[in-house]
């Protein structure tokens, strides 16, 4: 059976195959042509609509991702932060003199794998310094007394210059060799050339009169990549 269509001109019925309407005379074959040149047209510009819409939702995902990973970065606690938050507060309000405070030193003794050091100790002198030995080796530590009155724990050590000892000013936790100066209560850089290696903290936790420290996290360090 044939297909019968209408002329968009005049209405009349017109046979599939037929060039031109039996009654008006109108191109039935250009308007088809007409009709599928727009219909391609239109598929043209929307495969262009949905890959310009594709394109900016990438765009839109990639900004998130960078925002959400500099959010990350600019809020991550350092290391010194991490281990600086987590040691107790053993006595009130410290005040350290504007002129210049010198560590006092001390003894140490490892005991049940831990590193033991008197508690008293380091409430009374605020700033002390002593050595770890272990198999012939010597491990220069430190503990002080941050301003709100935490005790920090750390390997005595300004790596760059390799120093070992420091002493408190104020606010501020200084390396006798080089100057490198940083905040005692977060040991973050102030100035100097050897500012992203503060005195590394290690965990430490007391228990009675004793500030221990596990003795593996302290055999087990390694000098940071300068």
């Given at each position: 059976m044939m297909n019968v269509n209408f002329c968009t001109q005049c209405g009349h019925k017109v046979n599939n195959?037929?060039?031109?309407?039996?009654?008006?005379?109108?191109?039935?074959?250009?308007?088809?042509?007409?009709?599928?040149?727009?219909?391609?047209?239109?598929?043209?510009?929307?495969?262009?609509?949905?890959?310009?819409?594709?394109?900016?939702?990438?765009?839109?995902?990639i900004v998130l991702?960078?925002?959400?990973?500099?959010?990350?970065?600019?809020?991550?606690?350092?290391?010194?932060?991490?281990?600086?938050?987590?040691?107790?507060k053993i006595t009130g309000v410290v005040n350290y003199p504007s002129s210049r405070?010198?560590?006092?030193?001390?003894?140490?003794?490892?005991?049940n794998?831990?590193?033991?050091?008197?508690?008293?100790?380091?409430?009374?002198?605020k700033f002390v310094k002593f050595d770890f030995i272990n198999n012939n080796k010597t491990i220069p530590l430190l503990a002080y007394l941050t301003e709100d009155g935490k005790v920090i724990t750390a390997i005595s050590l300004c790596e760059p210059c390799d120093s070992k000892d420091f002493h408190i000013?104020?606010?501020?936790?200084?390396?006798?060799?080089?100057?490198t100066t940083?905040?005692?209560n977060n040991l973050d850089a102030i100035r100097g050339s050897c500012g992203k290696y503060p005195p590394d903290?290690?965990?430490?936790?007391?228990?009675?009169?004793?500030?221990q420290i596990n003795e593996y996290d302290v055999t087990s360090w390694t000098r940071r990549n300068i």
């Amino acid at each position: 059976m044939m297909n019968v269509n209408f002329c968009t001109q005049c209405g009349h019925k017109v046979n599939n195959g037929s060039k031109f309407c039996p009654s008006c005379g109108n191109s039935i074959v250009e308007e088809k042509n007409i009709i599928n040149h727009n219909t391609k047209r239109d598929k043209v510009l929307n495969k262009k609509r949905v890959s310009n819409k594709k394109g900016l939702v990438t765009t839109a995902i990639i900004v998130l991702v960078v925002s959400a990973l500099i959010f990350y970065f600019n809020t991550k606690a350092s290391k010194e932060e991490a281990v600086i938050e987590k040691q107790p507060k053993i006595t009130g309000v410290v005040n350290y003199p504007s002129s210049r405070f010198d560590h006092y030193y001390s003894v140490a003794f490892a005991q049940n794998g831990k590193i033991i050091l008197p508690l008293d100790v380091v409430k009374d002198k605020k700033f002390v310094k002593f050595d770890f030995i272990n198999n012939n080796k010597t491990i220069p530590l430190l503990a002080y007394l941050t301003e709100d009155g935490k005790v920090i724990t750390a390997i005595s050590l300004c790596e760059p210059c390799d120093s070992k000892d420091f002493h408190i000013q104020g606010s501020e936790l200084i390396c006798n060799s080089c100057g490198t100066t940083w905040n005692l209560n977060n040991l973050d850089a102030i100035r100097g050339s050897c500012g992203k290696y503060p005195p590394d903290p290690v965990p430490s936790i007391v228990v009675g009169n004793e500030i221990q420290i596990n003795e593996y996290d302290v055999t087990s360090w390694t000098r940071r990549n300068i």
